[in-house]
């Protein structure tokens, strides 16, 4: 797998130096890009200063790192042409996120997708924030353009909530996707409501939840400040390098090896079964940006 690394400065100095990049997402579906025959590129972002000693978040913190995974993405110098490559005008734009009560994906990051769509010229009434309501809600049975994030954490049902299982509230009985271990979660982004729409994933990994027992447990003691975030095209990818780091956070926690559990078959099968994106380390090109203490990968 190859790796990069790049310290926040040496990352904008890269693409200040850049004259031409992106051209190969212009324009292409994102099944195209996930597809190509290359590797499935993440970003992995941190930085020390997104959460004070209290978890409290700083949202101009956050929002850069948004925009630098989104640049690095699409080989873009600048924040706007980066997101001109995601989404255009004409574009009718849901933003996914997520609700869990416990461990729900920031509003300073929603707010900040939804101003990042507006600046790309798309209508005010052609974007919406969702997680539970989303099949009643106008914009999102009409969406061209899906835009993925929540929090990563251990599930009960399919061992990790992640990219992959955020797209259940896209169905009327989600319950039917429980058997073996939410095995088959991918066959949902088959469906036309979201089938080749989704633009851009954000895995939320601030305070990631890397242990519990139960269908809604949640202890605080099994979280920790990370203080990243994972981006790509390819959920699959995104998905299989959290919980990478999620294994290892538990390892040394645990100090021996605590395989998650159930295992998160649902990730791997997306892949050999499903063909939505690539699991394999081997065919993930993962770039590394910011604070490195503690980055488990």
Not at 5 to 17: E, G, K, P, S
Not at 181 to 191: G, N, R, Y
Request: charged fraction near 20%; glycine fraction near 6%.
């Amino acid at each position: 797998m190859k790796k990069r690394f790049y310290t926040r400065r040496q990352f904008l100095h890269n693409t200040t130096a850049a004259a031409i990049g992106g051209a190969l997402y212009l324009n292409l579906p994102v099944k195209a890009n996930i597809q190509s025959g290359q590797k499935s590129r993440v970003i992995l972002i941190r930085d020390a200063d997104v959460l004070d000693s209290a978890n409290k978040l700083n949202k101009n913190v956050l929002t850069g790192m948004v925009d630098q995974a989104v640049c690095a993405l699409t080989d873009q110098t600048g924040i706007q042409s980066a997101w001109n490559q995601i989404i255009f005008p004409q574009d009718i734009v849901g933003i996914k996120t997520n609700s869990w009560t416990d461990l729900d994906t920031p509003e300073e990051l929603e707010s900040h997708l939804r101003m990042r769509v507006l600046e790309c010229g798309v209508k005010e009434n052609n974007v919406s924030i969702n997680d539970r309501g989303l099949l009643s809600d106008k914009v999102f049975l009409n969406a061209t353009a899906l835009i993925n994030t929540r929090p990563m954490r251990t599930h009960d049902w399919s061992g990790v909530g992640t990219l992959i299982k955020n797209y259940i509230m896209f169905v009327d009985k989600p319950w039917e996707y429980h058997d073996d271990s939410c095995a088959d979660l991918a066959s949902i982004w088959k469906l036309p409501l979201v089938r080749n729409k989704t633009r851009l994933n954000i895995l939320v990994m601030l305070t990631p939840l890397f242990h519990g027992v139960g269908p809604h447990h949640y202890n605080a003691k099994y979280t920790w400040p990370y203080k990243g975030i994972l981006a790509g095209f390819d959920p699959v990818a995104v998905d299989a390098t959290g919980v990478r780091i999620i294994q290892a956070k538990r390892k040394e926690y645990f100090q021996e090896e605590r395989p998650i559990n159930p295992p998160p078959k649902h990730i791997f099968l997306a892949d050999t079964r499903h063909h939505l994106g690539t699991a394999d380390p081997n065919k993930i090109e993962l770039i590394k940006i910011g604070w490195s203490e503690g980055i488990f990968i």
